[in-house]
């Protein structure tokens, strides 16, 4: 595994906790917290190395 | 306590969470699955291709190299197979000769998963399925189906567009994972380049003769079901096709390697190398746009009605009828188009012929099928088995 995608697997870490953060934060809205957690799926999967 | 917010949150969490398993779990299976191939009595050794390129070693691209030895020195001759790996008619016959091949005179080296990480790769978004069978006198024998480029767990980012090494071409960002456009590759480039590299390194020292490629093209691409050939293989690629059309009774047309187009096999290996290219296609229905589901049935008996449709109105390049475009008559072509070569460079070379006995003909194939020839790993000795 090179440098640069070392780094992209932490950018992609980053955004997890952030999108994270914001739906934990999210109180009202259902489709914002079904959006957040659609936008999570892919990007969990490719942290745990599946897709 | 629970306010209504967690408990909602939690049902979608559980939700996202059902999802998750629900779609990662087939893809993680079948990213690990292994493909059991009995190495038969012609094997005389197996090799990893990161010998030839040391950037490759402990990498998931990394791929067994089944070299076949003849008791008298000869030519030698490189065949590989799933350089894409959503093209399997290629990994059949590589493996049929994996396990049947006996070499009398020079060498084979056979690379059944040259791009071994497009084989652990999928296309969901077309819907293809995860794996095929192929029924056999012991029962199905089931394979991976993979994809066109090297998955991005291995290589990534991609860049947003590639450019090819050493001639600076241009191609789309997808082509930095195809190994059809890494050659001739760099030992310290992208991962994919380091496997065309480590091909290149290999027919460089070991002197190869003969580099085959095995693809297969969709019915509506013009470059289909013929041999690709530069100027230095065309004479010997001329006289196979007509050899194949006159005793086989199949179509196999030559078409040239473009001098402007790089990054492919049947372009870099000759311009690189002393090795006389030679870049197979069989028509794969399958591939084709404009098909029903990309069903196994699709995959395995190429019958389409809308690609019968089609050839109706003389839109496909091959002939097309009811019969479709079946998997073992493309193993066949496969087949019988490398023993042609294999025999027509010894007809003109005789110092370094090479003599090959055991693999199957086109008719063979298209009479027993392909399964016919794969043998059962639970009856073979462990030591002859190695995994894919």
Not at chain 2, 82 to 103: D, F, Q, S, Y
Not at chain 2, 183 to 204: I, S
Not at chain 2, 242 to 254: I, P, Q
Request: proline content about 8%; hydrophobic content about 40%; glycine content about 8%.
């Amino acid at each position: 595994m090179n440098v640069i995608m070392i780094l992209y697997y932490l950018i992609t870490a980053f955004i997890v906790v952030m999108v994270g953060w914001n739906f934990i934060r999210e109180k009202k809205s259902v489709n914002d917290m079904i959006l957040y957690l659609l936008v999570l799926i892919p990007l969990v999967l490719r942290l745990l190395r599946v897709k | 306590m629970i306010s209504r917010e967690w408990t909602v949150k939690s049902a979608l969490l559980a939700i996202a969470a059902v999802l998750m398993i629900l779609g990662g779990v087939p893809l993680y299976k079948h990213r690990h699955s292994q493909v059991p191939i009995v190495a038969g009595p012609g094997v005389t050794k197996v090799i990893k291709l990161s010998q030839f390129g040391p950037g490759l070693k402990g990498s998931p691209a990394d791929t067994d190299v089944f070299v076949l030895e003849g008791k008298e020195p000869g030519g030698k001759v490189l065949i590989m197979s799933n350089t894409h790996a959503n093209e399997p008619a290629g990994l059949l016959a590589t493996l049929i000769m994996v396990e049947n091949a006996v070499v009398e005179k020079g060498t084979l080296y056979v690379i059944p998963e040259f791009n071994a990480s497009a084989g652990r790769n999928t296309k969901p978004g077309d819907g293809y399925p995860l794996y095929f069978d192929i029924p056999t006198e012991w029962g199905a024998k089931r394979f991976r189906m993979g994809n066109r480029d090297a998955s991005p767990l291995e290589q990534w980012p991609d860049p947003d567009v590639y450019i090819h090494y050493p001639d600076k071409q241009l191609f789309s960002f997808l082509d930095v994972r195809n190994t059809n456009r890494t050659w001739p590759g760099r030992a310290d480039g992208p991962l994919m380049e380091r496997v065309t590299f480590a091909a290149m390194e290999m027919m460089r020292r070991d002197k190869i003769d003969i580099a085959i490629d095995m693809h297969g093209a969709e019915t509506m691409f013009p470059v289909t079901n013929c041999i690709v050939a530069p100027q230095k293989s065309a004479k010997i690629a001329t006289l196979v096709s007509m050899n194949v059309k006159a005793m086989e009774g199949f179509d196999n047309h030559v078409e040239p390697s473009p001098g402007n187009f790089r990054g492919l096999s049947h372009r870099e290996i000759g311009d690189f190398s002393e090795t006389l290219p030679f870049l197979l296609e069989a028509p794969i229905p399958f591939l084709d746009q404009p098909t029903g589901p990309k069903t196994v049935k699709l995959l395995l008996d190429g019958k389409d009605p809308f690609l019968l449709s089609l050839a109706k109105k003389k839109k496909l390049f091959v002939p097309y009828d009811e019969s479709g475009w079946p998997m073992d008559k493309r193993v066949g072509q496969h087949c019988s188009v490398t023993l042609e070569i294999i025999r027509q460079y010894s007809k003109k070379n005789p110092d370094t012929a090479i003599k090959v006995a055991g693999i199957p003909r086109y008719g063979d194939l298209v009479k027993t099928g392909v399964g016919h020839y794969f043998h059962d790993p639970a009856k073979a000795e462990i030591k002859s088995i190695y995994y894919e």
